[in-house]
């Protein structure tokens, strides 16, 4: 790590041989979702772009959940690099070189500012079709690094959390990310990490989700699912 390193969010005790490992099941699935969701979005603007229908009601929500999922892409890589990114240091010391990963983070942070921009002008723009053609263009770009970021991430770090981070500390770290996000942003985040579940997946979430969290879910899966069809064209 380098100097500018944010310091520890709190006091971290490194993993000991035969304590449990770290329930990384939550971050694969956000994983997912933002993989996932940027895809949906790029390949949506695109095909706008090509001559698909894009009337109000479709630009509407497409604006709606792009800013969504351009907010949670944001607040996630702040918060690991300065809430995980520290723990997992501290924790796992010269194991793992994490520079390559925030180098990642200033580059794609460069690159949603840029489909922050693009999406701003397709939300206002007189010429629909014009305007998705830019916004897809980027939001391809921001997909494409995501995939390989998400995939090197989780090949490199993931075993290092197993390995060195207390099942305690990531759960705390958890806790952290959650911090800032309000229900209505979790009414969008909660019903788009479920939709990367398998059935068992699910079943498994579910069954140790907090009540107020399963109540959220309730509130917005439905509207969730909606606004996604509108937005992939379904």
Request: contains cysteine; charged residues 25%.
């Amino acid at each position: 790590m380098t100097a500018q390193t944010p310091a520890l969010p709190f006091p971290v005790t490194p993993r000991r041989p035969g304590d449990p490992e770290a329930d990384l099941t939550g971050f694969t699935l956000i994983h997912r979702a933002l993989r996932a969701g940027t895809r949906d979005l790029a390949v949506a603007a695109t095909a706008i772009a090509a001559g698909a229908s894009c009337r109000a009601s479709r630009r509407d929500a497409y604006v709606a959940f792009a800013t969504e999922v351009l907010h949670e892409i944001h607040l996630h890589h702040t918060r690991e690099d300065d809430v995980l990114w520290p723990v997992i240091a501290a924790s796992a010391g010269a194991v793992v070189d994490l520079e390559p990963l925030t180098d990642d983070h200033t580059e794609l942070h460069a690159v949603l500012a840029r489909a922050e921009e693009a999406l701003t002008a397709f939300a206002g723009a007189t010429d629909v079709r014009a305007a998705a053609a830019p916004l897809g263009a980027v939001l391809t770009e921001m997909a494409d690094l995501l995939d390989e970021h998400i995939v090197e991430e989780e090949a490199e770090v993931f075993p290092v959390i197993r390995a060195h981070v207390s099942a305690k500390d990531f759960a705390a770290c958890e806790k952290r990310f959650q911090k800032g996000s309000g229900p209505k942003h979790m009414m969008f985040v909660l019903p788009w990490i479920i939709a990367q579940c398998s059935p068992a997946e699910r079943a498994e979430v579910l069954a140790i989700a907090p009540a107020p969290l399963k109540v959220l879910l309730r509130l917005g899966e439905g509207r969730w699912q909606r606004r996604r069809a509108l937005v992939v064209g379904a």
